[in-house]
């Protein structure tokens, strides 16, 4: 008989990890339909990705998770038709600002200088439509001047053509860009009617997350996907891709005994700006940071044309942004040896932090990852190498509506999730 430690060691090694491309298959089906049942999308603040998060939420819980939904803030965002602009007759070529309130207004225009100082609109009255120039300062601070000084709405006048912009948070007051040209013409109207129709407005949005019972809580691996769309498709491999395979290494680990806990991140927002991460990795202290060993993020692993990059953690191809916190370069390796091992041809990706590993290697925890391409187009020598279509995006349907089911090359999915299923092996199973 051996003692208990001895035993729970016997029984702790090795670690692997088998994942099964079909069930990756059926989560991917489970987030298409929930897309086609959602107005075609999965993005955060909408129905498809709270349908999404559900989903995932009860895939764990049914495994044996405890789940947490870390809700947080974020600005939402969408025009739902065009902007309107009219005096005598209607103005041609009139945009809606990002984060524009929605509305009716009309009034007596007025200019107001640039709109950057509460003073520019000393001579002005409530209800009066504003007219400034653009520049000198933030579109935001004109349209909290102008609403502060009662306008109805503000029409910011470009120097040249028609422009468009962000005002960066929501707005009460309908804001609208136009040219030079039509600028002056509205400024010499009696009355301009101005109309927008947006949705802008602060939204709660949530990020999923799980951790195996099992293993040191001290010490963490954590693998994340993001979970949203953009609102223009179902985003089946950007990134039901990533979230699917996750899903799948989550229910196969459920019952295992890895030697440090496995915690596991759905993100929100990713596409509105990494929110979900940026939020999640904020809200930790240096403690529970420090806790956090590695990270692991899989971003669009199903491209139909598809490269295999790994995160060039070690900056090796001294190409774009420096190289991670200490420890991304024995991920980078770890993932090398695997393709390696199976013949399979690999290539680094730079390791820019655009997707959700960026907030993780900005407070110093290693990261790495995998990524089958997006918008750009495979070069003959990556053909040559990785096959498929030269001169072709990786991915033709990027952040299309075509990013469906008929999207993803099952292949590249399965290569991709059975490489960080034994990446993750690696990490968590060593004390
Ligand atoms: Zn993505």
Not at 25 to 49: C, K, T, V, W
Not at 307 to 333: C, H
Not at 358 to 382: C, H, N, R, Y
Request: charged share 20%; proline share 5%.
């Amino acid at each position: 008989m051996i003692t208990r430690a001895l035993l729970a060691l016997a029984l702790a090694t090795p670690g692997t990890v088998e994942v099964s491309v079909d069930e990756v298959m059926s989560h991917l089906q489970a987030f298409q339909a929930i897309a086609d049942a959602h107005g075609g999308n999965r993005a955060a603040g909408e129905s498809g990705y709270d349908a999404s998060a559900d989903y995932v939420a009860a895939r764990l819980r049914a495994a044996g998770y405890e789940v947490e939904l870390q809700p947080f803030v974020f600005p939402f965002y969408r025009e739902l038709s065009a902007a309107k602009l009219s005096g005598k007759k209607a103005f041609p070529k009139v945009s809606t600002l990002v984060f524009s309130g929605s509305g009716r207004a009309s009034g007596r225009p007025r200019r107001a200088g640039d709109g950057c100082l509460p003073r520019s609109f000393a001579e002005f009255r409530a209800g009066q439509v504003a007219v400034v120039q653009r520049g000198a300062c933030p579109f935001q601070v004109k349209a909290v001047n102008a609403r502060r000084a009662g306008a109805s709405a503000l029409v910011i006048v470009n120097q040249g053509g028609p422009f468009g912009g962000s005002l960066e948070t929501p707005q009460s007051i309908p804001v609208v860009g136009v040219s030079a040209a039509v600028g002056k013409q509205v400024a010499a109207q009696r009355r301009v009617r101005v109309v927008t129709r947006t949705a802008s407005e602060q939204r709660v949005t949530y990020n999923v997350i799980a951790q195996t019972k099992a293993g040191n809580a001290n010490k963490v691996v954590m693998v994340g996907a993001h979970l949203d769309s953009v609102p223009d498709g179902p985003g089946i491999n950007d990134n039901a891709s990533g979230s699917a395979a996750i899903l799948e290494l989550a229910e196969q680990v459920a019952k295992a005994k890895p030697d440090r806990a496995i915690r596991f991140a759905w993100w929100g927002a990713e596409e509105e700006g990494l929110l979900g991460s940026i939020h999640y990795v904020m809200q930790l202290d240096d403690a529970a940071r420090e806790k956090i060993k590695a990270y692991l993020n899989l971003d669009m692993i199903g491209s139909p044309n598809p490269t295999f990059g790994i995160y060039d953690g070690d900056d090796s191809d001294k190409e774009g942004a420096g190289p991670g916190p200490k420890g991304s370069a024995r991920i980078e390796r770890a993932f090398e040896r695997w393709f390696t091992a199976k013949g399979l041809p690999y290539q680094g990706t730079d390791f820019s932090g655009r997707s959700d590993y960026g907030p993780f290697i900005q407070v110093g925890i290693p990261a790495g990852g995998l990524f089958t391409g997006a918008d750009s187009d495979k070069t003959a020598a990556e053909a040559k190498v990785f096959g498929g279509e030269a001169g072709k995006p990786l991915d033709k349907c990027y952040h299309l509506p075509c990013d469906s089911l008929a999207n993803v090359n099952r292949t590249a999915l399965r290569t991709s999730a059975e490489a960080v299923a034994a990446v993750l092996a690696k990490l968590a199973w060593r004390s």
